[in-house]
């Protein structure tokens, strides 16, 4: 029998887990599923509850027949009588398949609002995932998924519901985050002056800094990865989480890489936690940024649309603080 997972679980997988290795585990390859049945039967037992027991209740595909949804500690049905596109499902094990992270960011745009979706497909398309077991609560990984592969699943979309969010959303995703601040740091950066955010264009995140000569002599050869990188305008944007918490050596070391980044002609603008606590305090930061990459004051472009960013600046707040209203639905 077929068992099907699908969001919200699969979105609390793919943000919980290292994802390619799971898949490897199971010795299957990514995204392959084409030919998955439009309707799953469900198990009243199954063995493979085993492997998904950190997600429950799980969000599965009810068959056509069933017209009530069922609804237990192990399992919430949902009947799906839309076309799934092709390559939405990924095979975990024999008969367990769970939404791809491309169909789940389709998924959940019917219950997110853009924003959230945003947020979670930059998430889906970041190099970290949750761990609570760990002092920072994340640990490195291959991303699940990228911007590119979203939108070129979302060609085959058409047809199915909330597509046009999705579309729309997927646009503004970043590749390549490192942690839940530098998503919300390029998700502040890129959304439009009317979501709240400052309208700048995508950086590129964790980047390899290309240092000159005088810049690898002060780094001795270390290699050093800019958090969120304006290549054209050499714009380099760093963030601290905790410097006051730094050991003089660490001081030392982030005022070595910030001198090598200068003298290699980067423009280094640092991020803090206190840079961050308020609107206001946003604001400057950005304001520093887009003087930086030579765009026009903000008073003139964004400040009509002061009411958004506060209500981004809430939104934002709610995930740092993880917050699980964030995600509607979304639990792990």
Not at 30 to 40: A, G, K, M, S, T
Not at 56 to 65: A, Q
Not at 95 to 123: H, K, N, R
Not at 197 to 214: D, L, S, Y
């Amino acid at each position: 029998m077929l068992f099907a997972i699908i969001f919200p679980s699969s979105a609390a997988f793919w943000l919980n887990s290292n994802s390619i290795l799971n898949l490897n585990t199971f010795s299957v390859d990514h995204r392959i599923c084409e030919d998955l049945p439009r309707n799953f039967s469900i198990p009243s037992k199954s063995s493979v509850l085993d492997l998904t027991t950190d997600y429950l209740p799980l969000s599965v595909i009810s068959p056509p027949e069933h017209r009530c949804v069922v609804n237990n500690q192990v399992l919430k049905a949902f009947r799906y009588p839309q076309q799934i596109p092709p390559k939405g499902f990924v095979r975990l094990r024999q008969d367990l398949y769970i939404a791809s992270p491309e169909l789940t960011f389709l998924q959940a745009a019917s219950y997110l609002s853009v924003e959230q979706l945003i947020f979670l497909g930059t998430e889906l398309c970041g190099i970290y995932c949750y761990d609570d077991h760990l002092p920072l609560g994340q640990k490195n990984r291959i991303p699940a998924t990228t911007k590119e592969s979203i939108m070129s699943f979302l060609r085959f979309a058409g047809g199915c519901r909330g597509y046009r969010k999705a579309l729309r959303a997927a646009s503004y995703i970043v590749n390549n985050s490192n942690s839940r601040m530098e998503s919300i740091l390029a998700n502040y950066a890129v959304l439009s002056a009317f979501m709240g955010g400052f309208a700048i264009k995508p950086p590129e995140m964790n980047v390899r800094a290309q240092f000159t000569e005088e810049g690898n002599e002060i780094m001795r050869g270390r290699a050093c990865y800019i958090d969120m990188l304006w290549q054209e305008e050499r714009v380099a944007c760093e963030y601290d989480s905790d410097s006051s918490h730094l050991t003089s050596t660490q001081h030392y070391k982030d005022k070595q890489r910030y001198t090598a980044l200068s003298v290699s002609g980067y423009k280094v603008i640092s991020i803090t936690k206190r840079n961050i606590t308020s609107v206001f305090q946003l604001d400057q930061t950005f304001r520093t940024i887009r003087k930086a990459l030579g765009m026009r004051s903000i008073d003139s472009s964004l400040e009509k649309y002061i009411e958004q960013r506060r209500q981004l600046f809430e939104m934002f707040q709610r995930f740092r603080s993880n917050d699980p209203s964030t995600y509607p639905l979304l639990k792990k």
